[in-house]
């Protein structure tokens, strides 16, 4: 199963995302494990361990992303943990999702505020 892509991105995964990352993958070991390869080596392994952005720029983008998809919360709070494991400020984060209101709705900006809100409680 373990390659240079796999291992490139366990390595970012952790990075990022730390346990709550980890648990994801390990979550998906029983039903789907080539998926859960697939989601190291891929998102982890080639895109986010790209020289073009930092790993704050980039935890930005995929907050303002899953905040304006507006179905993907257990994503969403996978990676506002990630946000704040990279750097980024409770203020930066909730600026990022009231951004979205302007392009996907008071009620996706909502919500997201409402996982931000989730996520801070338990980082406090």
């Known amino acids: ?52 952005l930092d790993l704050k720029s980039r935890e930005l983008a995929v907050v ?15 990676h506002i943990h990630g946000a704040l494991n990279v750097g980024c400020s409770k203020q930066e984060i909730i600026e990022v999702i009231m951004q979205m209101t302007v392009y996907a709705g008071f009620p996706a900006a909502l919500n997201g505020i409402f996982a931000a809100k989730e996520v801070f409680g338990q980082t406090e």
């Open 64 to 78: 303002a992303a899953l905040t304006a998809l507006g179905n993907a919360r257990p994503q969403l709070i996978v």
């Open 1 to 52: 199963m373990e390659n240079e892509r796999f291992n490139r991105g366990w390595e970012k995964l952790k990075e990022i995302d730390g346990k709550a990352g980890e648990n994801v993958i390990e979550s998906l070991r029983d039903i789907a494990p080539d998926f859960a390869k697939l989601l190291i080596e891929f998102p982890f392994g080639d895109i986010y361990s790209r020289s073009g």
